[in-house]
Structures are given as structure tokens and as C-alpha cells.
């Protein structure tokens, strides 16, 4: 199937979502255009007390000043950039829409290198990757029109995005590693001169996959217990649910290509040790488990999801345990008010 057939068959389906995402935007009553040092969005839904909000397991406390909904909401809106436009390349061989893209802030494109490991479409052999790369493509473009609808005019724009692999990509004036091999390198996945291409085959795709969903789920579990408005928690929620079940099948498809070569239980070990030596001490993050026994719901001791504060989400998407307020998969850093990660 040729790239224009992919990305129209993700605009059907995201077709989908529009609906519900007219509703949520009429029960906001339009408050995404209010200002002040409130919740952009905490003047619709039922917030007259908080007896009946879900009780959730507590999370690390974050350092960041106090935010509202749509700050939040717009730190999620530049996660679903990274993985919207890393699905999109991996079906299509190009990026999200031009219109998706515009907002506040400073507006970036996608990095792509050059050479091996430069961001392009993959040419699947299994069949059952394809079709779920097409799928979790076309959700990841319904959550970006979908935020992006909710938060109207205070929507953040799209952000420089490294999506290389590649051993050198250019970034403004100078030059840096694919964010991709970067990671590898970091985790000793691959050797220090060696580059690690996402796009590759299937495989790496969905190594590559585990690196961003998995940090995903992560973020919008952290996130919860921030959020005012009772409507805005119930649209995150329902995200969460499908960024889970993303990163369940790829923790699955993994699981199963470990049990014909094993190397892969190490790879993905290693990157989830160096993802959690990049968060601070805190335990938040599981690999696969080995072929003796799988671990492919990573949870807590309490068989809850893992979740990260939004710093500790940008250490792991910068590849950086400072406090910086840029670099790996984000050259320039995010837009928004929360932008800046945590010194581990």
C-alpha cells in the first residue's frame, strides 16, 4: 500500500474521534480562551468539591510552580507530537499535517538526518506490526486534533523534533546525534560509534516504539493527580487507557521476538535501566522480563501503573538527569510553561 493510501486511511480514522471531541469542547464551554493565573480550563465541569474524584496511588512530588490544566495539557500535547510524527514517518514517510502543527510558541520541524537511521517509512514484513503501526499512527493523530481542539487558541505549536538515527543531523547551526542512536548509545544498546535506525525493520521499530509509548503511559499516570477539572481528568484518563494498550502490544510483540532471540530481553532491559538512572533513584521503570518470566504489565507493588512527574518525563525525552531545559528528542525543548527537567 503507497504512503498517500496510509495517511488518508489514518485521516478515516481519525475521523472517529472528531465527534467526541466536539462534545468535550462544548462541555469546556469554551474556557480554553480565558486567562489569569487559574486553570485555563478549570471553569467547566463539576468542580464544586472533590468527594468524588478518583483516589489514585500518590506520585513523586514535582518542584515545578503551580500550573493549570492547560499547562499540563499542553506538555501532553508535546509528547503526542514526538510519537504522533515517529508513527506517522514509520507508515508513511512523512510527518503529521501542517495544520496540526501552528500554535503558541516557537514552531519547529521534524529532524530527520541523513544517511542511515534518518527518519523515513518502514518497510514492514510482518503483517501484524504493519497494521498496528497503522492503527497506533492514526491514534496518535487523534490525540493531537483532539487536544489541540480542546485547548483552542492556547494550544501549544509542535516543537523541533529529532527523530534521527542517524551519527550526525543538523540542528540549527550545528550538528548532533539522531536522537534514537543517542539513547542506544546511552544504554549500550549499540557501541559508541555505531548508530541505532528506528526505521530499520521491524524490530527496531518497535524498540524504537518502547522508547517513546512506554514513557508516554508514565507521563499521563504522573499528570493525573494535578489536574482540577473533573472533565479534563476524564479525557486525559481515556488517553491514558489508549496509550496503554499501545504499549502493551508492544511490550507483547517484543516479549514474543525475545523468545526466538533473547538478545532482545537484554536490549530492552538495558534501555529501561538507563531510563530509570535518568529519572532520579525512584523505581519507574520495567523491562520485559526474560523467557523464564515475562513482565509485560510493568506496575507497582501494588499493581498500579508507574508514573513520572513531568520532570522526570523531560530527563528521560532530553536523554539528560540535569535540570536543562532541552536536547535528545526535543533539540530546542517544548513548548509550554513546563519545559525544564529535574536534577537527578
Known amino acids: 500500500m503507497n504512503n498517500k493510501q496510509s495517511l488518508l486511511d489514518m485521516l478515516d480514522q481519525a475521523e472517529n474521534q472528531r465527534s467526541a471531541r466536539r462534545d468535550f469542547i462544548r462541555m469546556c464551554g469554551g474556557v480554553a480562551a480565558m486567562s489569569g493565573g487559574l ?6 465541569g463539576d468542580d464544586d468539591n472533590d468527594d468524588d474524584v478518583a483516589v489514585v496511588a500518590p506520585t513523586p512530588t514535582p518542584t515545578t510552580a503551580a500550573i493549570g490544566d492547560a499547562d499540563i495539557l499542553n506538555f501532553a500535547l508535546s509528547l503526542e507530537y514526538l510519537e504522533g510524527n515517529y508513527y506517522s514517518y514509520a507508515v508513511a514517510g512523512a510527518g503529521i499535517a501542517t495544520a496540526l502543527q501552528t500554535g503558541v510558541g516557537t514552531q519547529g520541524a521534524v529532524v530527520t538526518g541523513s544517511g542511515s537511521g534518518a527518519a523515513r517509512a518502514v518497510a514492514f514484513t510482518d503483517p501484524v506490526v504493519a497494521q498496528f503501526a497503522r492503527e497506533i499512527a492514526a491514534d496518535e493523530i487523534g490525540h493531537i486534533t483532539f487536544l489541540r481542539g480542546a485547548l483552542g487558541a492556547a494550544a501549544a505549536a509542535q516543537p523541533a523534533l ?3 538515527g542517524s551519527a550526525s543531523v543538523t540542528i540549527g547551526t550545528g550538528t548532533a546525534v539522531g536522537a534514537f542512536t543517542a539513547a542506544a548509545r546511552a544504554a549500550g544498546v549499540v557501541g559508541a560509534n555505531e548508530v541505532f535506525d528506528p526505521f530499520l525493520n521491524d524490530e527496531n521499530f518497535l524498540i524504537g516504539s518502547y522508547l517513546l509509548t512506554d514513557v508516554g503511559v508514565t507521563a499521563y499516570r504522573g499528570s493525573a493527580r494535578l489536574l482540577s477539572n473533573k472533565t479534563v481528568l476524564e479525557a486525559a484518563a481515556g488517553i ?3 496509550e496503554a494498550y499501545h504499549d502493551g502490544v508492544i511490550r507483547s510483540s517484543l516479549y514474543a521476538r525475545g523468545l526466538a532471540a533473547p538478545r532482545i530481553f537484554t536490549t530492552i532491559q538495558r534501555i529501561s535501566d538507563t531510563r530509570d538512572g535518568l529519572d532520579g533513584p525512584s523505581d519507574l521503570d520495567q523491562g520485559i522480563g526474560t523467557a523464564a518470566e515475562a513482565n509485560l504489565v510493568p506496575t507497582d507493588a501494588n499493581s498500579l501503573a508507574l508514573g513520572r512527574t513531568a520532570e522526570q518525563v523531560l530527563n528521560v525525552v532530553y536523554n539528560n538527569r540535569a535540570a536543562v531545559s ?7 525543548g517544548v513548548n509550554g510553561v513546563i519545559r525544564t527537567s529535574g536534577a537527578n
Do not use: D, H, I
Open 39 to 44: 486553570s485555563l480550563l478549570s471553569a467547566c
Open 162 to 164: 529529532n527523530l534521527s
Open 240 to 242: 491514558l487507557a489508549v
Open 326 to 332: 532541552q536536547g535528545g528528542f526535543f533539540p530546542a
